[in-house]
C-alpha cells in the first residue's frame, strides 16, 4: 500500500487552474520531491496533502485512507515550513515539544522522546536556548525535531533549505536525508532547485503548469526525459535542444557533458564565449549546417580550455546520447531514434 497516494487532484481559483488532474503514489518510506518553478503548483499540491488547502477535485490517501475532507490534524502528518516557524520566546526544548503538547499526547512519555531526538539533531547541548541564540542550521534542525518528535508516517517539508546558505544547504540535504532513511518516515519535500530533488529524492515529481510533466527516479529523469521541459529543467547547463539532422517535426537534445571537441566530423561551430568553472569548462558555441538555421550548442569539457571567441571548432557526441522529441507536443519520441551527425 502507498503512504500517500493523489488521484486527479485539481485546484481552482475561479478560471485559474493551479493545479490540473495530478495523480501519483508515493511508497512507505520514500523521499519524494514536488520539483518545478516558481508558480508551477508544487506548493499548492503539499498545502492540499496537509489539509491547509481543499482540493476542488480529486482524492487524497494517506495509508490507504481518504482524508480529502478531514481537517490537518486529522491527517497524522507532521510538516516543516520554509520560515522554520519558530516560537520566539520559547525555549528549543519548548519549540520541539509544543506541538505534541497541543495534542496531549502522554506527558510521562515527553522527556524521553525530547532526548532522542535532540540527540539524532545534535541539539542536547542547545535545548535552554531561544532561537534568537541559533544559527540559520540550528533553527531549521528545531524545526525538523518539532517534525520527527511527533513520530508520523508522513512528513511534508516546504522548501526548508531555502533560507541558508550555500554550504549550510549542502550540509542540511545530507542530514535530512541521512535522518529520514535512519527513522524510515516517508517525506514529501517541495523545492525548485534540481540539485536538492536530484540529490535526496528517491522519486521526482516534476510539474509544470500544474500538470506532471515526469514522474521517476533521479537517474530516469536525466537520462530519459520525458519532454524538452524535463530535458531543459534536469541538468547545469540545460540540455541542447537542436533541430534534428534529416528530421523534420523533430528536434534533437544533447547533453552539454556528453558534447566533445572533435577532430573531424561532428558539427562545425565558431565559438560564442568559454566559462572556466574549476573542475570543468562550459564553451558556448553557435553552429549552423547545410539548410539549416544557426543555433547555439554548448559543451561541458572537463579542466580548463582557453578559446577565445571566434574560434572555429567540431562538437561531437555519441549516437547514444541522442535524444528526441516532437516539435509539436514537446514529448519524447517513444522509439530511440539514431540521428546520424551532419559532416
Known sequence: MSALQLESVS????????????????????????????GCGKSTTLRMIAGLDTPSEGRILIDGRDVTTLAPAERRISMVFQSYALFPHLSVAENILFGIKVRKEPAAEHGKRLARVADLLGLSALLERKPSQLSGGQQQRVALGRAIIAETKVCLMDEPLSNLDAQLRQEMRREIRTLQQKLGITMVYVTHDQTEAMSMADQVVLLNAGRIEQDAAPAELYARPASVFAARFI???????????????LKLGVRPEHVRLVESGGVAGTVLSAEYLGADTVV?????????????????????????EGTPVRLGWAAHDSHLFDVATGLRQTADVAVPLPA
Open 11 to 38: 485546484k481552482h481559483y475561479g478560471a485559474a487552474r493551479a493545479v490540473d488532474r495530478i495523480s501519483f503514489a508515493t511508497p512507505s518510506g520514500k523521499l519524494v520531491v514536488l520539483l518545478g518553478p516558481s
Open 284 to 308: 558556448t558555441c553557435t553552429t549552423s549546417t547545410a539548410g539549416t538555421l544557426a543555433e547555439t550548442l554548448a559543451a561541458r569539457l572537463p579542466g580548463r580550455h582557453e578559446l577565445a
Open 235 to 249: 541538468g547545469t547547463p540545460p540540455m541542447n535542444i537542436v533541430a534534428a539532422p534529416g528530421q523534420p517535426g
